[in-house]
Structures are given as structure tokens and as C-alpha cells.
């Protein structure tokens, strides 16, 4: 069975990117994977404090509830990624996680290791973002940072779903069409693995 970690960046549980990713999720597990969920708002993680305590065994030195989610990473096949946009980035809650994650950068980069402890390969990612703004540019950073965060972490970023003009909590069940891209998403993503 295919493992993947689904890891909700908005600090509202209702949200428009929440919604997206449990229809991609859904749409996962309808094709047979395995699917741990991972609400980043609930959960207690520090920001990096670049101390590089993990510059020895590319832990992170820093006790917290990373540790769980670092683990899931380690041994998952795909990873999904949701955030909505704030000032042309990632909310706070997703760029904690990514910047704790320099821990896995520094096992692969300075050690030499796969982040994959478990020799995973073909690894493959999903982003989904929504933004309240009709912005031209309004993902392209985001883009970037996802991307390199994704190599970090051994894993391509295999498709981006980003929405435009969502921007009150609700606002993507008026277009059903997105939901069932989501889903289709999350099956297909299987499929690839």
C-alpha cells in the first residue's frame, strides 16, 4: 500500500485549501493509499532556530512535535501540501515546517543521505494554494519555494493546483469543478507512484 502524508498549511480548518487537499486525500485513498493527515495549526513546532544541531545526524535538535511529522516525511511515498497565500507566500504554519525541514537539507546535502531513510525513490508531491487576488504573479514565489522545499525533502514536485479569488472560508464549494480536480488529483498521484 502506498504511503502518503497530506499536511494542512491553513491556519483555518475549513478553509478553502483545507477543503482541496480532504478532496484529494479523498481521492487517494479511493485509489488505495494509505493517507496520514497532518493539521500544521495543531500542532506546537518552534521555528528553526539555526543552531545546526543537526549538522551531525540531519535530525533536528530541537524537541517538538517535528518530530512526528519529520518521521512521516521520512517514510512516505508522496506527500500533498496545502496553503493559502499570505502577501504572495505560504502561511506562517507551512513556512515553519519548511524551514525545520533545512534538517533533511542538511542530511542530503552535507551527509550525503537520501532523505528517505527507507530508500524511497520516485517520490512525488502535490501543492494545492489558493489566494483572495486576481495577482498575475500571485503564485511564483510561492512556486519557487515549494519547489526547492520538495527537493529538499527527495521528492519532485509532481502537480500544482493553485485557485484564484478564494478568499472567505467557503468560498471553493461555489466551484465544484476545482473540488473534483483535487480529488482527481489525489487519485492520479497514486496512480504515478
Known amino acids: 500500500m502506498k504511503k502518503v502524508v497530506a499536511i494542512y498549511g491553513s491556519p483555518r480548518r475549513e ?26 495549526r495543531d500542532l506546537k513546532m518552534s521555528p ?6 543537526c549538522k551531525n545526524s540531519g535530525r533536528c535538535a530541537i524537541q517538538d512535535d517535528f518530530q512526528k511529522v519529520y518521521e512521516s516525511l521520512l517514510t512516505s511515498q508522496a506527500v500533498m501540501l496545502a496553503s493559502p497565500i499570505f502577501f504572495y507566500s ?4 507551512t513556512k515553519i515546517l519548511m524551514d525545520r525541514c533545512q ?22 508531491g502535490l501543492f494545492i494554494s489558493v489566494g483572495a487576488t486576481r495577482g ?34 467557503g468560498d471553493v464549494l461555489e466551484h465544484p469543478e476545482y473540488l473534483e480536480e483535487a480529488h482527481q488529483a489525489g487519485s492520479d ?3 504515478t507512484l
Do not use: M, P
Open 136 to 169: 498575475k504573479k500571485l503564485f511564483d514565489g510561492t512556486l519557487l519555494t515549494v519547489r526547492y522545499y520538495f527537493e529538499a525533502i527527495d521528492c519532485e514536485l509532481w502537480k500544482s493546483l493553485l485557485y484564484r479569488e478564494l478568499d472567505l472560508e
Open 90 to 93: 505560504v502561511s506562517a504554519h
Open 48 to 53: 528553526c532556530l539555526e543552531i545546526y544541531g
Open 103 to 124: 534538517s533533511l537539507w542538511v542530511r542530503k546535502h552535507w551527509l550525503k543521505e537520501t532523505s528517505s531513510g527507507q530508500g524511497l525513490s520516485g517520490r512525488k
Open 15 to 40: 478553509g478553502n485549501t483545507a477543503l482541496l487537499l480532504q478532496e484529494a486525500v479523498r481521492g487517494a485513498r479511493e485509489a488505495g493509499a494509505e493517507v496520514e493527515e497532518v493539521v500544521l
Open 189 to 191: 498521484l497514486i496512480r
